[in-house]
């Protein structure tokens, strides 16, 4: 058990420190999700109600989409150079393989929330910086990056790649998205626990069938 | 086991022998990429302590049979074993005893030598890492480039780097898919040599080469493959340039090295 976390660990610094010195993906999913955030600001009247309207869609929106640029690049990294293929002939399970690109993508995630979160609260004048919200980014995190990885590893041996991912992914996120918006709009407008709570559970089911399906679908897809 | 007319350097140390241990076994392999079929009921037996060389016109399946052997491409139809290991249900153990050089390093660009060997060391859970590191660094002749990141360095030492890679985890069996290539001679004795470490180890070398000649004369047995299958498998001592080109088919196929 130990062994295989260290295993998990290994893949997930080698994207760290590949990250490190490319500065790819973390910058590709900040600037975009601050490019759609900021062009929001201008498009819609700020007014404090509407900005606890719009807002969570708005922020899970750009987190969505931005995300998407930077699974798709974490795959490509690995396809390019075809270490893809060198990880595939070690003796190191796919699972393993999977939990590793998983573990790198949320670090990768987060590290871009920890960036979007405070600009967009600026912006729109809201708080959106709560336990309950830092929660349901973990949680969104872990699924996004969980269902990104699978379909990443589909996308990588096609040839149109930039497309198939987001055709495959955000239908596929849609649930998590859901439950990300609608929770964070409990928050920020004051709501019950109980209203945030059914959101909550939407998002753990989410993320527990979809880490689970999505580990066994990477093991099919990288076979040639 | 090398034929003495052949002009090509003699590399293999000829008091190892092939143990009789089977190290690959292929039956009825078939791989097909859409509607064209590569691989058609093509066998196989490498035994522990062979240098296989394996020839063939171009697009006739060499690196798809290599990719099959080293667990990358699943065949469509056939039974691999290696060491005893069925493939596919026991390729992590397979896996353990093979090393592979195949057209692309496999490296990772941004990191330098010692962190990729490390990487890949630690995928394989290599005992005394760190001294493994640095053997393999200087056996290949990358002991000053080791700090160096691997897109900064010359396609000849990113094949060093990849062949360092390929031997960190000690394989019993290296398969070299035109590994020569782009290597200047320096870096040609070193993969000559880690044949020949190989060989006299009693490991077993599968291996594809432009160069018939050389291919030839650095193994103990040659393939030919034409049609999907193995036309020849014959000593290499038995075995002329010429027979090897004649079952190439279209000759317009043959480039100047020979495949």
Not at chain 1, 22 to 48: C, K, M, N, Q, Y
Not at chain 1, 135 to 144: E, R
Not at chain 2, 30 to 36: I, L, P, T
């Amino acid at each position: 058990m130990l062994a295989s976390l260290g295993t998990v660990w290994t893949l997930a610094r080698k994207d760290l420190l590949l990250e490190l010195r490319s500065r790819d993906i973390v910058l590709a999913i900040v600037v975009f999700a601050l490019l759609v955030i900021t062009i929001f600001t201008f498009a819609i009247e700020l007014t404090p109600s509407r900005s606890r309207d719009v807002g969570p869609g708005v922020l899970w929106a750009a987190v969505a989409f931005a995300g998407v640029l930077g699974l798709n690049r974490s795959f490509a990294m690995e396809a390019e150079g075809s270490t893809l293929d060198g990880l595939m002939l070690t003796p190191v399970s796919r699972e393993l393989i999977f939990f590793g690109k998983v573990l790198g993508n949320f670090i990768f995630v987060i590290i871009a929330e920890i960036v979007i979160f405070p600009v967009f609260e600026a912006l729109f004048n809201i708080s959106v910086l709560q336990i309950e919200t830092i929660v349901i980014a973990l949680l969104a995190s872990i699924g996004f990056s969980a269902v990104g990885t699978a379909f990443a590893a589909v996308s990588v041996r096609v040839r149109s790649r930039e497309i198939m991912l987001p055709l495959l992914f955000l239908p596929t996120s849609v649930p998590l998205i859901m439950a990300a918006v609608e929770s964070t709009s409990v928050v920020v407008n004051g709501g019950s626990w109980a209203d945030f709570s059914d959101w909550l559970q939407l998002a753990i089911m989410f993320d527990v069938i979809f880490v689970i399906a999505s580990a066994v679908l990477f093991q099919y897809v990288l076979e040639e | 086991m090398i034929s003495p007319t052949h002009d090509a350097p003699e590399i293999l140390d000829p008091g190892a022998h092939p143990s009789g241990v089977i190290a690959i076994e292929a039956s009825r392999l078939e791989k097909s990429f859409g509607n064209a079929a590569v691989l058609r009921g093509l066998d196989m037996t490498v035994r522990d302590g062979e240098v296989v060389a394996i020839f063939g016109a171009n697009g006739v399946g060499k690196s798809t049979l290599l990719r099959v052997l080293a667990t990358l491409t699943r065949p469509d139809h056939g039974n691999i074993s290696i060491y005893g290991s069925d493939l596919p249900k026991q390729a992590e153990v397979a896996r353990l005893s093979i090393g592979a050089v195949l057209h692309s390093p496999m490296l990772y660009g941004d990191l330098t030598v010692k962190e990729n060997l490390t990487f890949f060391g630690k995928m394989f859970r290599v005992p005394g890492l760190t001294e493994r590191v640095d053997e393999m660094a200087a056996r290949m002749g990358l002991a000053r480039r080791l700090n160096q990141r691997v897109r900064e360095l010359s396609h000849g030492f990113q094949k060093r780097a990849a062949l360092a890679r390929a031997l960190m985890h000690r394989p019993r069996i290296l398969l070299l898919d035109e590994a020569e290539t782009g290597l200047d001679e320096p870096a040609r004795l070193i993969l000559d040599g880690v044949i020949a470490e190989h060989h006299g180890a009693g490991h077993a070398v599968v291996m594809t080469t432009h160069s018939i000649e050389r291919g030839i004369a650095g193994s103990d047995r040659v393939f030919v493959l034409s049609g999907g299958g193995v036309a020849l498998d014959r000593p290499s001592s038995q075995v002329t340039s010429s027979d090897v080109t004649d079952l190439y088919g279209d000759p317009s196929l043959i480039g100047p090295g020979g495949t």
